[in-house]
């Protein structure tokens, strides 16, 4: 079993960053693939980065790509997610997620297995 609690949210100016993390429970961190999601107001949940088990690799779709970077530190037990030039449209509540597939589809949320509570990012125009 993996919790994870996430913090760093919070309301922001457009062009602003934030910088949001994951703690996760457990021994076995380095073993899970993580992900990050968001879930704006009326909206599906949406994919916006994952990361291997051991970090060395990566990736974030288009629509953030060059404004948000995923990183992990395993000794740390912690994911994160560096969010910069802030738009309004980037306004959600933000989901860090773990996977322990060996093989996963990363962008698809029914491939993580444990979730955690959110933290909300308002980007105010």
């Known amino acids: 079993q993996v919790q994870l609690v996430e913090s760093g949210g919070g309301l922001v100016q457009a062009g602003g960053s934030l910088r949001l993390s994951c703690a996760a429970s457990g021994r076995t961190f380095s073993s899970f693939g993580m992900g990050w999601f968001r879930q704006g107001p009326g909206k599906e949940r949406e994919f916006v980065a994952a990361?291997?088990?051991?970090?060395?690799?990566?990736y974030v779709p288009n629509s953030v790509k060059g404004r948000f970077t995923i990183s992990r530190d395993n000794a740390k037990n912690t994911v994160y997610l560096q969010m910069s030039s802030l738009k309004p449209e980037d306004t959600a509540v933000y989901y860090c997620?773990?996977?322990?597939?060996?093989?996963?589809?990363?962008?698809?949320?029914?491939?993580?297995?444990?979730w955690g509570q959110g933290t909300q990012v308002t980007v105010s125009s």
């Open positions: 997620a773990a996977s322990r597939k060996t093989i996963y589809r990363y962008s698809v949320k029914d491939d993580y297995d444990y």
């Open positions: 990361i291997s088990g051991s970090g060395g690799w990566t």
